[in-house]
Nanobody, 114 residues
Framework: QVQLVESGGGLVQPGGSLTLSCAAS????????MGWYRQAPGKQRELVAR???????NYADSVKGRFTVSKDNARDTVYLQMNSLKPEDTAVYYC????????WGQGTQVTVSS
């Protein structure tokens, strides 16, 4: 059974930082493509960042230079370091894994507000 468990969300002031974590189980993490998506109220879910098995990364234009995705194969965990957060980054953030199929975590809320 595949499980993706996100953590690290919360309330942060504009300009602040947060790091999200996603612990995976039930997949061959080292060969999976891991991604972070987000969905704001009234909007579609969108890709934020993705990292392949080889470490290749890609980012949404809106987060380039501010967010960094990384993974630890020894811990089967993917991270999203978010810096210089803006109110428009407020959303539920979801972890995803692509390994024969696409799997999703339950999501973690990130709120950027003063």
């Amino acid at each position: 059974q595949v499980q993706l468990v996100e953590s690290g969300g919360g309330l942060v002031q504009p300009g602040g930082s947060l790091t999200l974590s996603c612990a995976a189980s039930g997949i061959r993490f080292s060969v999976a493509t891991m991604g972070w998506y987000r969905q704001a109220p009234g909007k579609q879910r969108e890709l934020v960042a993705r990292i392949t098995y080889s470490g290749t990364t890609n980012y949404a234009d809106s987060v380039k230079g501010r967010f960094t995705v990384s993974k630890d194969n020894a811990r089967d965990t993917v991270y999203l370091q978010m810096n210089s957060l803006k109110p428009e980054d407020t959303a539920v953030y979801y972890c995803s894994a692509q390994w024969f199929a696409t799997y999703w975590g339950q999501g973690t809320q990130v709120t950027v507000s003063s």
